[in-house]
């Protein structure tokens, strides 16, 4: 059975940093891309961030760009989000994905950006 399990989320304060955990079994992790995905309410989902399977290479979203990096140990099953300079816009439930047709995904962890 695979399982994505993110965890880390929680309430932050405008300008924090918080990181996200993405814990993976069930499947060859180092042969998976993986990617960050979230919905803020009300919204549709975004693709925040995507790496490849040996790490080697990395994408993000505009919105999150310079803020946001996203890594991943593949000797632990982990991909990680690190994010800082936290805005209330990047409030959201995110979300782990594998594969590049994301096929694969966790439950989700909700960041709260607020005051």
């Known amino acids: 059975e695979v399982q994505l399990v993110e965890s880390g989320g929680g309430l932050v304060q405008p300008g924090g940093s918080l990181r996200l955990s993405c814990a993976a079994s069930?499947?060859?992790?180092?042969?998976?891309?993986m990617s960050w995905v979230r919905q803020a309410p009300g919204k549709g989902l975004e693709g925040v961030s995507t790496?490849?399977?040996?790490?080697?290479?990395?994408s993000y979203a505009d919105s999150v760009k310079g803020r946001f990096t996203i890594s991943r140990d593949n000797a632990k099953n982990t991909l990680y989000l690190q994010m800082n300079s936290l805005k209330p816009e990047d409030t959201a439930v995110y979300y782990c994905?594998?594969?590049?047709?994301?096929?694969?995904w966790g439950q989700g962890t909700q960041v709260t950006v607020s005051s």
């Open positions: 994905a594998a594969g590049r047709s994301l096929g694969y």
């Open positions: 069930g499947i060859t992790f180092s042969m998976y891309a």
């Open positions: 790496i490849t399977t040996g790490g080697g290479s990395t």
